[in-house]
């Protein structure tokens, strides 16, 4: 669904300091991503000499249909949110909390030792990579791409909780999946029973990914 004529757009735009600006474009996908029932609509991301990154996401603000877009400004160092719904003063306060939120999750990422900064920083991008599982499912993409996905999430996940006494869940359940679909056609999509199911058990990694994030920020 795009956003009709008849939505309404609300935006703010933030500032920050770290030099890191993949990390910042992270942290802003998962202060949105990390609501209930959002859905990963779109999204770019370049880096070269300066980071640019951006993405949409559909969601419900005030019980309606809405989407949220992110973008990073690596070259500015800032940060855009806007929201697009049918009610001004609900997304208004929606991004008002997001702000705050973001905020708050960037100052806990400054205080961070580096150790746990790189940890935070892989999970981020586990956390991303179940998004754009979901996001490929749903777009009936080529099992390469769906595959790629669950095995870098699975990589990632695995170096987040490096040396921890307790080993996530989701590294043998993450494993077990590419074992399943590894040998199906990669140029084909996944047959509809196995998508649906690896649609629902994406969620719930994403679920066990935030569960590490909120350690941190």
Not at 5 to 17: H, I, P, Q
Not at 36 to 57: C, M, R, W, Y
Not at 136 to 148: M, R
Request: glycine content about 6%.
């Amino acid at each position: 669904m795009d956003a009709s004529e008849d939505m309404v757009k609300v935006s703010r735009t933030l500032n920050y300091t770290t030099d890191d600006s993949a990390t910042v474009f992270r942290i802003a996908w998962y202060s949105v991503a990390s609501k209930p029932n959002v859905i990963l609509e779109e999204h770019t991301e370049a880096e070269s000499q300066v980071f640019d990154g951006a993405a949409k996401f559909s969601l419900r603000i005030a019980n309606e249909k809405a989407f949220v877009n992110i973008t990073v400004n690596g070259a500015k160092s800032t940060i855009g949110v806007e929201a697009e719904g049918v009610d001004e003063v609900a997304l208004g306060a929606f991004l008002d909390g997001l702000a705050g939120s973001l905020n708050n999750a960037l100052a806990k990422y400054e205080s961070l030792p580096d150790n746990d900064k790189a940890k935070l920083k892989r999970a981020l991008v586990a956390k991303a990579c179940w998004d754009k599982t979901v996001r490929e499912i749903l777009n009936k993409a080529p099992l390469s791409d769906v595959y790629i996905q669950v095995a870098h999430g699975r990589e990632m996940i695995i170096k987040a909780t490096e040396g921890e006494a307790n080993v996530p869940s989701l590294t043998l359940t993450t494993s077990g999946w590419l074992s399943r679909i590894e040998s199906l056609p990669r140029e084909e999509t996944l047959p509809g029973n196995i998508a649906a199911e690896l649609a629902k058990k994406s969620i719930e990694w994403k679920k066990e990914t935030q569960d590490i994030i909120s350690r941190y920020i």
